[in-house]
């Protein structure tokens, strides 16, 4: 990672929208908008179980993560890595996308989102995507 840009290495710190790539079950890329954490060197992304983008990286679980800044000069970092999807129990899922909400949104909005989510029955076990990057690329215009 020596030859990494740490500029755009700590965009994965910030709360900006991450782009993740993986194979579809049907053999066809795709790439899903996603909030995440990068915690002790991996890529975290909750989502409800069972979803399209979980069973197929079960399937494949080579997988990309890209995040840019949306303002001149364009900063971009891509994460090339394997993930592997776990069952995240109801407690921790709700801990987790707190935190995740709250980073994106700050504390009050957060809140707010999380009132919304709990009220709208998504709580309840979840899965957790788990990227471990092998490679880092990244640009800058």
Not at 16 to 36: E, M, N
Not at 58 to 83: C, K, M
Not at 127 to 138: C, G, K, N, W, Y
Request: contains cysteine; proline residues 5%.
């Amino acid at each position: 990672m020596s030859d990494v840009d740490h500029e755009a290495l700590a965009l994965l710190e910030k709360p900006i929208l991450g782009h993740l790539g993986f194979l579809g079950l049907d053999g066809y890329p795709r790439v899903v908008t996603v909030w995440f954490r990068h915690t002790d060197g991996e890529l975290l992304v909750a989502s409800r179980p069972g979803e399209y983008k979980c069973r197929s990286i079960r399937v494949n679980g080579r997988v990309a993560l890209t995040v840019a800044t949306a303002d001149l000069p364009y900063l971009t970092i891509t994460a090339i890595g394997d993930a592997t999807v776990e069952a995240l129990p109801e407690k921790e899922r709700i801990e987790f996308v707190t935190r995740v909400a709250r980073s994106y949104l700050g504390r009050e909005q957060g809140d707010a989102y999380i009132e919304r989510w709990s009220g709208g029955g998504h709580p309840g076990d979840g899965e957790l995507i788990r990227l471990r990057p092998r490679r880092f690329t990244s640009w800058r215009s």
